[in-house]
């Protein structure tokens, strides 16, 4: 629902109605009284005043269906504070087409500072775009402001410049009194000089200065004489030069103080005020104004002499041509975004004089300010200056002066003013974590290969430490290979034909046994797994065909009766014609207790090309026919001497067709220094240990089969030595491994390396200030540091009127504001943790504040990669990566990528 105030109407007043408190002879054509409380919550334009206001979010909007040029409707909505509409949500979208009715209207983005980089006026960046298809398509060089609704869809068009269309209105509607630390930064200096490269430079004859001064730069005095009461905090230096120089603290190097914005706070103290759309221009002997004024663009006062007790606001210049300028009352001067000059020869002004993005010149021969001076800039010429700041002055701008509060840690003495828990001051005016033993009794694990698809070997790596406090502690590494797989859907499952000889020389036990085993074959079967009962004599004869049917299978296996002759060929033949589905994995599960002269090794060749292995048991003695015919498919032979032996023989070929992960698998590590690893302490021991020319030692296991779920470990316990902050265990690490289907598998492992730390794993500082101000909202908290890797420092607030029952602590992030913390006493609550490369973080300083939080650059982080610069072609190579940063962002975490042979680390900074 969108929610509507109709505007209370105002009448234009015509120029020739002119206030009997200002004589002039130059007016504007049309001026309008508008009135406090309609600044912030009324359109305050006699061109839009029959409007309604709508009220969507924290904003309020008015659609002006009056067609204009793109640029005079945003001078229009600039000249009372507000913009052309902004849009940044699909809601807003929604609302602003809703109450534009679908009519092509002006909107505040543009690209007119450099084409095709579309933002909004403040510069901020178009977080959500609606562009009609095939815009925006800049088709003329003259199109370069943004509307919406074209062709009534609520699309956008970058529209032609020469466009005349109605447009959007856009602000705040929330309270707009400032709390008393808007100010509180200003309030403490008589001389407010921002500009970073620009110096706060006095030349002449003498000075007093009643205050304090700060200039972002450096503060030069070339007088005679200068005497200051108060203070002068620069960016820079100071530097002084005359015959008396009396200046009673100097404060240089300081942080930067960011120009606080006090519009709304001025504005809203002017009251009523008078409009000009253009620029007006007083020429008089004797120029009055009292009241006030705002204006759209300069505002220029030329005479003898000026009197008046006003506020004067401008978007542009404001300039005093006059001999006298004698404020009999308060006076105010706000340039939004130019300067203010005073020219003349007599200069006497009670009040304040902002222009946070311009210059305030004063340019006379005795100037006299009984108030503040606060610009990006500020400059003085003439021979004698008066300057004199007092607390009452502040009321001009409707506060009360209640200077901020901000406690500055960043020495050993005032880092000893809170409780040290864990944390150290052993490198001069900084925190850090205190040394001693990390508190290892966390593990690391990793896993390596593929084990997620088919089925295969993974390998697992732990040691029981993750960080060392220390050389010679023993590091016990353990490796896992284990079998990973199951078979459980079509494509994937498998098809077995058991094939038995029923010659007359199976009968008896051979027969029984060779059923018995067959049946328990069938019973380890999976899911869309299917079997067939195959036997033969002279020729082969289908008992029962494919079938997952358990009890059908158990029933053809009892078939089985042994009679006849042996043509193992003809059996094999109707073995192969029987497997109909070629995604499946196809086996031969072959039976028999003789040898005959068929070609039975052309036929298992036949049934290796079909990607059909035979798994050959010979009953009784060996045979070379048999063992043929399990080579020549890829397959597995074994002799069963006796009838008792099948059982067993026929479990190993189940567990073959269904279970096996690995066949002939090697694992293979290296330690590094041979002297760290006792052999005789290693289980299982080495299939194979073989000494290196370099020291190390090289450690082989072998296992000839590994099945699904099954984990063979292997535990190495390994003394460890730091080098550099690392002990290097372990190289070399790989596991090959021949899955079921003879396909080679080859797992490599990172090197084993232990970091090495000389601090505990965290620790912390707090402190609680007293800022001896009663219900102080404490607006945030900022700090200066290192941290190393994915090592923290995380900063908690709370505050209490009475010292001891604060209220719930609040994350802070450096250098963002608060909410809902005040009081008399603010507690800072910091945490240190050692990142995982064993390094500490370091804190310079840290402090917190009731003012407005300074402007502080975010530095990007630094990275050093450490590591052999080539490797063997499927070598793995091992890098490490340290990585140093700011204390701008809570997090940042970092992984490897390859690409074309090269590595990369990407850095995710949260």
Same mark, same amino acid.
């Given at each position: 629902m969108i929610k509507s105030r109709t505007k209370r109407f105002v009448n234009r007043i015509i120029a020739g109605l002119l206030s009997g408190a200002m004589a002039f002879t130059m007016v504007p054509d049309i001026w309008l009284p508008v009135y406090a409380d309609s600044v912030s919550n009324a359109i305050a334009d006699a061109d839009i005043a029959d409007y309604d206001v709508i009220e969507f979010g924290n904003n309020r909007y008015a659609f002006i269906d009056e067609s204009v040029l793109w640029d005079e409707a945003r001078e229009r909505c600039e000249a009372l504070g507000r913009h052309l509409a902004y849009i940044n949500?699909? @809601?807003?979208? *929604? $609302?602003?087409? *809703?109450?534009?009715?679908?009519? +092509?209207?002006?909107?505040?983005?543009?690209? *007119?500072?450099? @084409?095709?980089?579309?933002?909004?006026?403040?510069?901020? @960046?178009?977080? +959500?775009?609606?562009?009609?298809?095939?815009?925006?398509?800049?088709?003329?060089?003259?199109?370069?402001?943004? +509307?919406?609704?074209? !062709?009534?869809q609520g699309k956008w068009d970058d529209g032609y410049d020469s466009k005349k269309a109605p447009y959007v209105c856009e602000w705040e509607y929330e309270n707009t009194s400032v709390t008393d630390t808007k100010v509180g930064l200003l309030s403490d200096y008589a001389i407010f000089s921002a500009n970073n490269t620009e110096n706060l430079t006095l030349s002449g004859w003498k000075a007093y200065f009643t205050g304090n001064i700060y200039t972002g730069s450096d503060f030069v005095c070339n007088l005679s004489e200068f005497y200051l009461t108060g203070r002068t905090d620069t960016v820079g230096t100071v530097t002084a030069n005359g015959w008396q120089i009396n200046i009673p603290e100097r404060n240089e190097n300081i942080a930067a103080i960011a120009m606080p914005d006090l519009n709304d706070v001025i504005v809203n103290s002017a009251g009523d005020y008078t409009y000009y759309a253009e620029s007006p221009t007083y020429i008089q002997d004797t120029n009055i104004i009292n009241g006030s004024i705002m204006v759209s663009g300069d505002v220029t006062i030329s005479g003898t002499n000026f009197e008046g007790d006003c506020y004067i606001i401008a978007d542009g210049d404001i300039t005093y041509n006059v001999n006298n300028l004698e404020t009999t009352g308060r006076l105010v001067l706000y340039s939004r975004n130019g300067n203010i000059t005073v020219n003349g020869t007599n200069i006497n002004i009670d009040g304040i004089m902002y222009a946070p993005k311009g210059k305030v010149s004063f340019n006379a021969n005795e100037t006299t300010v009984n108030g503040h001076i606060w610009a990006d800039t500020v400059n003085f010429s003439g021979s004698i200056f008066n300057v004199s700041s007092a607390d009452s002055d502040l009321d001009l701008i409707g506060m009360a002066l209640q200077s901020g509060n901000t406690k500055t840690y960043t020495t050993d003495e005032d880092f000893s003013e809170g409780i040290l828990d864990g944390v150290s001051l052993t490198v001069p005016d900084q925190l850090i974590l205190s040394a001693g033993e990390y508190d290892n009794d966390s593990s690391v694990e990793k896993t390596y290969g593929d084990s997620q698809t088919g089925n295969g070997v993974k390998l697992t790596y732990s040691a029981d430490k993750t960080i060392l406090s220390g050389n010679g502690e023993t590091v016990n590494i353990t490796y896992g290979l284990s079998g990973f797989g199951e078979i459980q859907s079509d494509e994937n499952a498998i098809?077995? %034909?058991?094939? #038995?000889?029923?010659?007359?020389?199976?009968?008896?036990?051979?027969? @029984?046994?060779?059923?018995?085993?067959?049946?328990? %074959?069938?019973?380890?079967?999976?899911?869309?797994?299917?079997?067939? &009962? &195959?036997? $033969?004599?002279?020729?082969?004869? #289908?008992?029962?065909?494919?079938?997952?049917?358990?009890?059908?299978? +158990?029933?053809?296996?009892?078939?089985?009766?042994?009679?006849?002759?042996? !043509?193992?060929e003809n059996g094999l033949s109707s073995a192969i014609s029987i497997f109909d589905d070629d995604s499946r994995q196809k086996y031969i599960m072959l039976i028999s207790d003789g040898e005959d002269s068929s070609d039975s090794a052309s036929m298992s060749a036949t049934a290796g090309e079909k990607g059909i292995r035979i798994l050959a048991m010979m009953i009784g003695t060996g045979s070379l026919q048999m063992q043929t015919v399990a080579i020549n498919s890829n397959g597995i032979y074994k002799n069963a001497p006796t009838a008792d032996d099948i059982g067993e023989i026929m479990s190993y070929f189940a567990a073959e067709v269904f279970n096996t992960a690995g066949r002939n698998t090697a694992f293979k590590t290296t330690v590094k220094d041979k002297d760290t690893v006792d052999l005789n302490a290693i289980v299982p021991s080495p299939s194979m240990v073989t000494e290196n020319a370099d020291g190390s030692v090289t450690l082989e296991w072998y296992y000839d089969r590994i099945t699904i779920d099954e984990t063979e470990e292997i535990t190495i316990p390994v003394r460890a030595n730091a080098d550099g902050g690392f002990a290097e265990l372990l190289t070399d690490t790989s596991c090959l491994y021949y899955d079921r289907n003879g396909k080679p598998g080859i797992i490599y492992a990172d090197d084993s390396v232990i970091l090495q730390s000389d601090y505990i794993s965290s620790g912390n500082w707090s402190a609680i200030y007293d800022s001896k101000n009663d219900d102080t909202v404490w607006t945030g908290v900022y700090w200066n540091g290192l941290r190393y890797g994915d090592g923290k420092i995380s900063v908690f607030v709370s505050a209490s009127d009475d010292g001891v029952n604060y209220s719930v602590p609040v994350s802070a992030e450096n250098c963002g504001s608060l909410s809902d913390v005040v009081g008399r006493y603010v507690r800072l609550d910091v945490t240190l943790e050692l990142s995982s490369d064993g390094k500490t973080p370091e804190l310079f300083d840290i402090s917190v504040t009731s003012e407005e939080l300074p402007q502080i650059d975010n530095s990007k982080p630094s990275v050093a990669i450490y590591g052999e610069r080539e490797a063997k072609v499927n070598i793995p190579v091992n890098l490490r990566g340290i990585v140093t940063d700011d204390c701008m962002n809570n997090n940042i975490t970092f992984d490897w990528s390859c690409s074309n042979g090269n590595a990369f680390l990407r850095i995710v900074v949260h």
């Open positions: 949500s699909e @809601e807003e979208q *929604e $609302f602003i087409t *809703e109450i534009t009715n679908n009519t +092509y209207t002006a909107l505040g983005g543009w690209d *007119e500072l450099s @084409e095709g980089s579309w933002t909004w006026l403040d510069g901020s @960046e178009m977080t +959500y775009t609606n562009w009609a298809n095939k815009q925006p398509d800049n088709s003329s060089p003259h199109q370069n402001h943004l +509307y919406i609704n074209y !062709n009534g098809d077995l %034909v058991i094939l #038995v000889d029923q010659s007359g020389s199976m009968r008896g036990t051979r027969m @029984e046994n060779a059923k018995a085993a067959a049946k328990e %074959v069938v019973a380890q079967m999976k899911s869309g797994d299917r079997c067939a &009962i &195959i036997g $033969f004599t002279s020729s082969g004869k #289908v008992i029962q065909g494919l079938t997952t049917d358990k009890e059908l299978l +158990y029933t053809g296996i009892e078939k089985l009766i042994a009679n006849g002759g042996t !043509n193992i």
